[in-house]
């Protein structure tokens, strides 16, 4: 803990300082960014806002920022559930899907209004493209028809007519066109491959009307994800592939062979849950921008393609997303440890950065906990991944003879992963004189395909292994208190927590479940198509693998969980139902475990509304101070 020389310190019991950083102020710092696109002139996002819980579009011009959308409308897509690619330029104006009716909106630049320009019902549109050359938003379609969820790649006019690209696959992605619009790409799978496991490039001819007359897919491992293909300026077709292990950027001949472009031994993307990522962009002059992880840490650099020289870019950031550029700019967000996340604009000939919009934080950067990589040794040898923060204000220091408490992070998807970005959450117990440790498990995305697949049939097995190692490390360590460890996670990362607590509960003081998977077999009948088959991927096929789900099943171990444990659930959660939750409770209270179980009405799975947000954190910390 870094102090001010001459500052008056006080010393407090850890997990008991005194700060004036509020649980209120931890959640409205968070904003966030998505989205991008730009032209010559502007540059535009869709900008989540805790303060109302909206999501809007926002300009940047020369001149400043504007918030273009109107009141009264959210951007957002729910296609797959976890939405992306909810906006688009078109021209003069832009076009954006509203999170209320899923319908697709179109606004001049210079209006203040909008018109709805398609919707279909009990239909949602996400993957916003726009073409130029035919005035038409390209999308994809996700229609609900009973128990029956179709998708297809549309394209909707300006005008208000939709027509039909590809159908056919489970599922699409990324739809792009090529410079002269004569060609489309997308990604494409089918169940029960998953947009990390095995995913196909499919390249379409198009006519002058814009449809497909005929199409191919590119040639395949047939055992590879390939994600967010992209044209380069030359109209030279280019993609993510995982085929030596690691997401990298290969370029498609013309013949249809594979070749390896310059770039790092490294995932060079994220796991695909949303529509229209980009985590590299293909620049004038033949050159690169490639985002890539090491040890879970991003990196940015300019490759020239033919001579591979490599210029770093962005000292000092650690995550970055949603790349695009113009003639002269390279935009992106990207986050840091003193910064969750803002909007950069950088100048690929000299490394010039500037930043046009930036989540804001109301703690100073000595109060800020600043991550430590973690790497440690687990289950079969294996090394796991993580960051570490230890306890932080500048006002108070922990008694000398006393190692702070520990909160364990356990992130949700879970092949998704937490990153080196300042997280307010996550400060918010560092404050207090907590230490964290937010882990990247085996099976978290940016390490690898190996890294991820150790999920496969493991959920609820090496997540836990790795959380328990993790406990020892740091102990080892003497960087915590190992008979004082709380834990906690959402969604998925609930599910995690709770196997936690069924193999080890004497490890840990007490937990928080926040819309915590408790019955994997449950959750298996009633989930959306996205995800329909990933639970066999995580855990096995329930005739083949029945023994299995009932050793993982939180519900089904409850006996074995002495620890107290407090859950959060959204009564409108339409993933992990209410029900669930509260017979996960019920099951605890049985046993006369310490429950308590907090319920949002109008919540769904995954809390938005700040004044909940802060709430949750207010009173897992009370209920963790009643075990400190």
């Known amino acids: 803990m870094s102090v001010p020389r001459g500052s008056s310190v006080k010393v407090e019991p850890y997990g008991h300082w005194n700060t004036d950083f509020s649980a209120r102020q931890a959640v409205v710092a968070g904003t966030d960014y998505a989205d991008l696109c730009c032209d010559e002139q502007r540059l535009l996002w869709v900008e989540f806002q805790p303060g109302d819980g909206r999501n809007v579009v926002v300009e940047w011009t020369e001149a400043g920022l504007r918030r273009l959308t109107p009141e009264g409308y959210s951007v957002h897509s729910r296609v797959y559930e976890y939405g992306g690619g909810a906006l688009c330029l078109a021209g003069e104006a832009l076009v954006f899907i509203d999170d209320a009716d899923q319908a697709l909106y179109y606004q001049a630049l210079d209006s203040d209004d909008c018109q709805r320009l398609f919707g279909r019902e009990h239909c949602r549109y996400g993957g916003l493209r726009f073409d130029a050359r035919r005035r038409q938003v390209l999308a994809v379609e996700e229609c609900h028809a009973g128990q029956r969820v179709t998708h297809r790649l549309v394209s909707i006019g300006l005008d208000g007519l939709r027509q039909v690209l590809i159908e056919g696959a489970d599922f699409y992605n990324s739809p792009c066109l090529s410079p002269d619009g004569d060609q489309l790409a997308w990604i494409e799978w089918s169940r029960p491959d998953l947009p990390w496991t095995r995913t196909r490039l499919g390249i379409g001819q198009l006519d002058q009307a ?40 290969w370029r498609i001949d013309g013949d249809g062979g594979w070749q390896p472009l310059p770039a790092q031994t490294a995932d060079h993307a994220s796991a695909p849950w949303q529509l229209n990522p980009q985590h590299y962009a293909d620049l004038p002059s033949r050159w690169l921008a490639l985002s890539w992880f090491e040890g879970g840490l991003g990196h940015l650099a300019l490759r020239q393609r033919e001579t591979a020289e490599e210029r770093r870019l962005a000292h000092g950031y650690t995550r970055f997303r949603a790349l695009t550029h113009n003639r002269h700019w390279l935009f992106c967000i990207a986050g840091s440890p003193t910064c969750s996340a803002a909007i950069v604009r950088i100048n690929p000939h000299n490394g010039e950065l500037s930043v046009l919009s930036q989540a804001s934080s109301a703690l100073a950067e000595a109060d800020i906990a600043k991550p430590r990589r973690l790497l440690y040794l687990s289950g079969q040898g294996d090394t796991a991944h993580g960051f570490f923060y230890p306890p932080c204000n500048s006002q ?14 356990t992130h949700g998807g879970p092949t998704s992963a937490c990153y080196a970005t300042l997280d307010n959450r996550i400060q918010f117990w560092t404050q207090r004189g907590f230490a964290v440790a937010d882990l990247n498990y085996r099976g978290s995305s940016n390490f690898g395909r190996a890294y991820r697949d150790k999920l496969r049939h493991g959920w609820g097995q090496v997540d836990v292994e790795d959380v328990l190692a993790v406990i020892d490390h740091l102990a080892h360590q003497g960087s915590i208190d190992p008979e004082r460890v709380f834990i906690r996670g959402q969604s998925a990362g609930g599910y995690t927590t709770l196997c936690s607590l069924v193999a ?5 003081r007490a937990a928080a479940s926040l819309y915590g998977v408790s019955d994997p077999l449950r959750l298996r009948a009633i989930t959306h198509k996205f995800e329909a088959d990933y639970i066999d991927w995580l855990i096995g096929h329930p005739q083949t693998d029945a023994v299995r789900y009932q050793q993982r099943s939180p519900l089904a171990q409850a006996e074995r969980i002495r620890t107290p444990v407090i859950f959060f659930q959204g009564l409108q959660d339409a993933v992990v139902l209410p029900e669930q939750t509260k017979q996960m409770v019920q099951a605890l209270e049985d046993n006369g475990v310490p429950v308590q179980c907090v319920t949002f009405a109008e919540e769904r799975h995954g809390f938005r509304r700040p004044d909940n947000l802060a709430r949750v954190l207010e009173q897992e910390l009370g209920f963790y101070r009643a075990w400190l």
């Open 396 to 409: 108070v220091r922990g008694p000398a003879d006393q190692r702070p408490p520990l909160v364990i992070f």
């Open 504 to 508: 080890a509960s004497e490890r840990f």
């Open 210 to 249: 814009g449809r497909v007359v005929m199409f191919h897919y590119a040639d395949s491992t047939g055992n590879e994800s390939i994600q967010q293909p992209s044209w380069s300026p030359e109209g030279e077709l280019i993609c993510l592939s995982d085929r030596r292990g690691y997401w990298m950027p």
